[in-house]
């Protein structure tokens, strides 16, 4: 009886959220200087956290002879910075609570910052040094080289890891979207310190540059932070040599790689939907439908309830600047992958032809909402939220908006655009496994 009140309890407090709930005020700040960032100030816990992102800086944009050098670059930004070696650096970010840290994907190079508030001064000096004067030594360098190529060594170990880029390259095919990510033992041995250099200064500059902050600060104490420390970056990007142009998508292929498991990881994909179309909404609910709710997706209720082929199965939307994909991944036993690959397109023409009822839409929609206002408790998903605003030129009051998006989608709206959304032929699938499930016995 106590388990089925606490049950009833969460699906009340699950399904009570509505757009009102949403209260996140958003900033627009420009500096004396001419710094533009987005701001919510939260002063919940005395924490602040950036971020800054530059554009057209992603793997996509690394020479094919140099595959890994953006990622190479976020590796070696942490052997020393100003006139610290790494373990200096390391420390003095470590004596005050500092968090930085930086990645990169296929567009952006990501550099993340999160520090008590009485610390923000020292991090964002800090973060200064290592945007700005990266410590490029010898013993960094090759240490920073040593690592990445002990990372390729074990990605090219992993199931998850070369189905997911199989799946990318079979897609992608010549277009720089399917840049090995990390790089090859091959092209990483090409890259020498002053590529990295001409990186740090070809991307890490004010028109690249897009700024985040979320936390108990003021807005005044951060204009004058990012203006006394971010000044130095260049206010121009170096016309770069390197363009990625929209690609065209190889649909319905298969791919297969080798691997001595006894499970099989399939990675699959058909063409997405841009996060600026005005269609994205309906997609987005009818993905979660499809694969994007754990348990209660169709692909897991169909896969895994009926025909207990799988432990897991899901799907995503993956969205950029030059390609759109709605993705999904399966784990299953080798000896089912044949079906459970036949199941998954059997499933999208299903949908397709007879679209998803009433009770799956409307839990799609509410486990959407409910997801989102869950994630606006944490201020590293708000920071992700005002980044993509940023990035995608939405407006100010995007945050405010995203539920009622949802709200005023209809079954009839999603099931409309199904025909044009889903595509069984068009589905390319990679997978790794000791069996190719694609030849047949």
Same mark, same amino acid.
């Given at each position: 009886?106590?388990?089925?009140?606490?049950?009833?309890?969460?699906?009340?407090?699950?399904?009570?959220?509505?757009?009102?709930?949403?209260?996140?005020?958003?900033?627009?700040?420009?500096?004396?200087?001419?710094?533009?960032?987005?701001?919510?100030?939260?002063?919940?816990?005395?924490?602040?956290?950036?971020?800054?992102?530059?554009?057209?800086?992603?793997?996509?944009?690394?020479?094919?002879?140099?595959?890994?050098?953006?990622?190479?670059?976020?590796?070696?930004?942490?052997?020393?910075?100003?006139?610290?070696?790494?373990?200096?650096?390391?420390?003095?970010?470590?004596?005050?609570?500092?968090?930085?840290?930086?990645?990169?994907?296929?567009?952006?190079?990501?550099?993340?910052?999160?520090?008590?508030?009485?610390?923000?001064?020292?991090?964002?000096?800090?973060?200064?040094?290592?945007?700005?004067?990266?410590?490029?030594?010898?013993?960094?360098?090759?240490?920073?080289?040593?690592?990445?190529?002990?990372?390729?060594?074990?990605?090219?170990?992993?199931?998850?890891?070369?189905?997911?880029?199989?799946?990318?390259?079979?897609?992608?095919?010549?277009?720089?979207?399917?840049?090995?990510?990390?790089?090859?033992?091959?092209?990483?041995?090409?890259?020498?310190?002053?590529?990295?250099?001409?990186?740090?200064?070809?991307?890490?500059?004010?028109?690249?540059?897009?700024?985040?902050?979320?936390?108990?600060?003021?807005?005044?104490?951060?204009?004058?932070?990012?203006?006394?420390?971010?000044?130095?970056?260049?206010?121009?990007?170096?016309?770069?040599?390197?363009?990625?142009?929209?690609?065209?998508?190889?649909?319905?292929?298969?791919?297969?790689?080798?691997?001595?498991?006894?499970?099989?990881?399939?990675?699959?994909?058909?063409?997405?939907?841009?996060?600026?179309?005005?269609?994205?909404?309906?997609?987005?609910?009818?993905?979660?439908?499809?694969?994007?709710?754990?348990?209660?997706?169709?692909?897991?209720?169909?896969?895994?309830?009926?025909?207990?082929?799988?432990?897991?199965?899901?799907?995503?939307?993956?969205?950029?600047?030059?390609?759109?994909?709605?993705?999904? !991944?399966? /784990?299953? $036993? @080798?000896?089912?992958?044949?079906?459970?690959?036949?199941?998954? &397109?059997? +499933?999208? %023409?299903?949908?397709?032809?007879?679209?998803?009822?009433?009770?799956?839409?409307?839990?799609?929609?509410?486990?959407?909402?409910?997801?989102?206002?869950?994630?606006?408790?944490?201020?590293?998903?708000?920071?992700?939220?005002?980044?993509?605003?940023?990035?995608?030129?939405?407006? !100010?009051? /995007?945050? $405010? @908006?995203?539920?009622?998006?949802?709200?005023?989608?209809?079954? &009839?709206? +999603?099931? %409309?655009?199904?025909?044009?959304?889903?595509?069984?032929?068009?589905?390319?699938?990679?997978?790794?496994?000791?069996?190719?499930?694609?030849?047949?016995?």
């Amino acid at each position: 009886m106590h388990n089925k009140l606490l049950l009833f309890l969460l699906l009340f407090f699950c399904t009570a959220f509505h757009a009102g709930d949403v209260n996140i005020k958003v900033e627009e700040i420009t500096t004396n200087n001419n710094f533009k960032f987005l701001f919510v100030e939260n002063h919940d816990l005395p924490v602040v956290s950036l971020d800054i992102t530059f554009k057209n800086s992603g793997y996509a944009y690394d020479d094919q002879e140099k595959q890994g050098l953006a990622a190479f670059t976020s590796a070696f930004l942490h052997e020393g910075a100003g006139n610290s070696n790494a373990l200096e650096f390391a420390r003095k970010l470590e004596n005050k609570g500092i968090k930085l840290s930086s990645n990169v994907s296929k567009e952006y190079f990501h550099v993340y910052l999160k520090t008590l508030s009485e610390n923000l001064p020292d991090a964002i000096f800090l973060l200064s040094d290592y945007l700005l004067r990266p410590n490029f030594d010898d013993n960094g360098f090759n240490r920073a080289k040593e690592m990445q190529t002990v990372l390729i060594k074990k990605l090219d170990n992993d199931p998850q890891f070369v189905a997911k880029s199989g799946l990318r390259k079979l897609l992608f095919g010549k277009h720089p979207y399917a840049n090995a990510e990390y790089g090859s033992l091959d092209t990483i041995k090409n890259i020498t310190q002053d590529d990295v250099l001409q990186y740090v200064k070809r991307n890490f500059n004010q028109e690249k540059m897009v700024i985040s902050v979320v936390g108990s600060a003021s807005s005044q104490e951060l204009s004058e932070l990012i203006d006394n420390y971010l000044l130095q970056l260049p206010t121009k990007a170096e016309k770069s040599v390197h363009r990625v142009e929209n690609a065209n998508l190889n649909l319905g292929k298969n791919g297969h790689a080798f691997m001595d498991i006894p499970q099989s990881v399939v990675f699959f994909g058909q063409e997405g939907i841009a996060i600026d179309d005005p269609n994205y909404y309906k997609v987005y609910l009818l993905n979660y439908a499809l694969g994007g709710m754990s348990l209660n997706s169709v692909l897991m209720h169909e896969l895994r309830d009926k025909l207990g082929i799988t432990y897991h199965i899901s799907t995503f939307l993956d969205t950029n600047e030059h390609s759109n994909i709605l993705s999904g !991944v399966l /784990y299953t $036993d @080798n000896s089912t992958a044949a079906q459970a690959i036949s199941a998954i &397109k059997q +499933v999208f %023409n299903e949908i397709k032809e007879k679209g998803i009822n009433s009770q799956l839409f409307e839990d799609a929609r509410i486990n959407i909402i409910n997801s989102f206002i869950f994630s606006l408790s944490n201020n590293d998903n708000i920071i992700h939220y005002l980044t993509k605003m940023q990035l995608h030129n939405f407006n !100010v009051d /995007y945050i $405010d @908006n995203y539920i009622n998006n949802f709200e005023k989608t209809t079954l &009839k709206d +999603v099931n %409309n655009i199904l025909y044009s959304s889903l595509s069984a032929d068009n589905l390319s699938f990679f997978e790794v496994s000791k069996k190719n499930s694609f030849i047949s016995n």
